[in-house]
């Protein structure tokens, strides 16, 4: 059973910059996809990001391509989301996911395994 526990998440300013980590236990493989979605209040929960655990192929959402970074260190099974250029709309609580797919599916009901996210607050 995969298991997925996010950090990093905070406070900053407009224009800021943050790093999400997403540390998985209990077997992520080389065939695995691991996306970034996020949600803010009233909204529907949203793709960010996805990378393919074992390449180095990644996907990002139109709204944070150029501002976004999705990165891994396999040796400590932690995917890594660096957010730079911060903006209120980016306000949302954060979440990784896992499935055992090489497609950086943007849907999140296609991931089977997901975290409990970590709230990101920009302030203006």
């Known amino acids: 059973q995969v298991q997925l526990v996010e950090s990093g998440g905070g406070l900053v300013q407009a224009g800021g910059s943050l790093r999400l980590s997403c540390a998985a236990s209990g077997g992520i493989f080389s065939g695995d996809t691991v996306g970034w979605f996020r949600q803010a209040p009233g909204k529907e929960r949203e793709f960010v990001a996805a990378?393919?655990?074992?390449?180095?192929?990644?996907y990002y959402s139109d709204s944070v391509k150029g501002r976004f970074l999705v990165f891994r260190n396999n040796a400590m099974s932690t995917v890594y989301l660096q957010m730079n250029s911060l903006k209120p709309e980016d306000t949302a609580v954060y979440y990784c996911?896992?499935?055992?797919?090489?497609?950086?599916?943007?849907?999140?009901?296609?991931?089977?395994?997901r975290g409990q996210g970590t709230q990101v607050t920009v302030s203006s």
């Open positions: 990378i393919i655990w074992g390449g180095r192929t990644t």
């Open positions: 996911a896992a499935r055992p797919r090489e497609d950086g599916s943007r849907i999140i009901e296609e991931y089977a395994y």
